[in-house]
């Protein structure tokens, strides 16, 4: 239930990379002493995503509303997605009717519409925190409304956007402010190694991990450290495989870690799909990676990503079609065979990443709040 107390409202979910932004968001409120109590922050989120266990760990409460994103055809589950809209938008109207938070913040995705739209009926002032190259349909929507857009790449195609960067985790902002990266490898024993983290999402990436299996298999390169964290999709049959590698190869098969900041900050390279939130913080950490954009995102936001990050230099794009061991056994070895291109790319990181996202989209939210007359 969400409390009288509440003052932002943030709503969005389907997948992590929405859900964690939000969480750095209410994080950045507090450490910035803009909200006191932890009930001034309640989240909304959906039955049908990801979310509600990362928000619940972060102490905070989470309603999650009826919902599925609408196909672009006419069918019968249409029937179903659009009722099912109605009903989260009663559902979230009463919200706000009880708690009349001061804002809300739109994160995207199909969970935080009916929010968005309540918000508006109610007059609610509205921020969008876009996480990626390509808004998402429901962002597109609430951001013809917004006060604000915060955006996390230039040029981002929505009204009054703020380059923000993508909010941040605070087990990441605390690995680079302790400068932890020296640690981390010696804890993982890697040495004089050269070393690649692979993942593909909580779920994991079946092309990918095949592909990333192989390399471990058939590698005739320099001595290298793989850790690939695999996904709960895929664990049981990839498991049960017998590795036998010809060459000189540390490999590790991980089922999931609930933080990843570790490995990534101990990497020399990254190989992951080019999910908004997996690519900041590999970017944020300072670590060259390999994309491989998830075919058919909606708005092929992936591939724009991927791209955006390779014309910075940062990153080099395989994509999904041309992924093979051949195709990534050469990138890799282009890679890890140059010294001096990993440091570039490693510099070129800095260019892009905003390690100070969360604080600035939490000063966005504070001075609607201080200069808005919705407040209680």
Known sequence: MISDACRVLIAGGGTAGHVIPAVAIAEALYSKDFLKEKNEVHFVGSKRGAGRE?????????TVLPGRGIQRKVTFRNVISTLSLLVAFFQASCMIIKAKPEIIVVMGGYASLACGLAGKFFNVPII?????AVPGATNKIIGRFAKISAVSFRDVDLPNSV????????EILRFIETDSRNDARRELGVRDRKMITVFGGSL???????TIFELSQYWEGRAISIYHIVGSRDWYEFSQLERKSIGDVEY??????KDLTPLIGASDLVVSRAGATSISEITSLGIPSILVPLPNSPGNHQEENARFFEKNGSAVVIPDSELNYLSLSNRVSDLLDGDLILQEMAEKTKDVRYLNAGDDVAQLIFEIIDGGSHGK
């Open 128 to 132: 969008v925190a876009e996480q990626n």
């Open 252 to 257: 590790e098969m991980i089922e999931y870690l």
């Open 204 to 210: 994991g990436a079946s092309h990918l991990n095949k």
């Open 54 to 62: 990362i928000v619940n760990e972060a102490g905070y409460d989470m």
């Open 163 to 170: 380059l923000t960067g993508n909010p941040l985790r605070s």
